[in-house]
């Protein structure tokens, strides 16, 4: 699925199923508690902290899609084509980072 594709998949969801979408400031307090949860796994799972039975059954794709979901209700509101704006953001990062990254001598251990 297209970025743009899935930003029309939630408007038609949030219309049809959700009746309004909740207010910018809403959806961005939803939006960090959301990035909470894949926190929550991903320290749990990946790091240092000891997983709790009643974690280890939380599905990590299913968190990160709810982070993307408010995400894309977010752009859908304030008019951001996330489409548009990941292709200049990679644009921007690419000159910007060209070799930087490569250069790093922290990253070639």
Sequence with gaps: ??????????????KKHGVRYFNELTNMAMLTEEVGEVARIIARRYGEQSEKESDKVKD????????????????????VDLEKALKKNLKKKTTRDSKRHKENKKLTN
């Design 1 to 14: 699925m297209k970025i743009s594709e899935a930003q029309k998949t939630v408007d038609r969801w949030i």
């Design 60 to 79: 990590l794709g299913d968190e990160m899609a709810d982070v993307l979901f408010v995400l894309i209700c977010l752009a859908n509101q304030t008019g």
